[in-house]
């Protein structure tokens, strides 16, 4: 059984930064893909950043060279290190993991940027 959580989510001054952390109950290399998405109040939620399998990542293009996700192979764990926060970049944000045509979510965690 499949299950995700995601921890790390804050309140983030300017200039701060944080790495939002995603536990898989199963071994991620199942997964064909790991990605984090994000949504704000009354938005649609958008995907802010992926890996593949074979440890391809793409990102948002208002994220790129700010945010990066990476995983932890040994530990069943894939992260979204969070620099240079802006206001618009506060969200919940969620663990997604994908595997054949079958995706899994965690339950979220909220990261705030005041303005």
């Known amino acids: 059984h499949v299950q995700l959580g995601e921890s790390g989510g804050g309140l983030v001054q300017p200039g701060g930064s944080l790495t939002l952390s995603c536990a898989s109950s199963?071994?991620?290399?199942?997964?064909?893909?790991m990605a984090w998405y994000r949504q704000a109040p009354e938005k649609q939620r958008d995907l802010v950043a992926t890996i593949t399998v074979g440890g391809t990542t793409s990102y948002l293009d208002s994220v790129k060279g700010r945010l990066t996700i990476f995983r932890d192979n040994a530990n069943q764990m894939v992260f979204l290190q969070m620099n240079e926060l802006k206001p618009d970049d506060t969200a919940v944000y969620y663990c997604?993991?994908?595997?054949?045509?079958?995706?899994?979510w965690g339950q979220g965690t909220q990261v705030t940027r005041p303005s």
């Open positions: 997604n993991a994908k595997m054949f045509r079958n995706g899994y």
């Open positions: 199963v071994n991620i290399f199942d997964f064909d893909s």
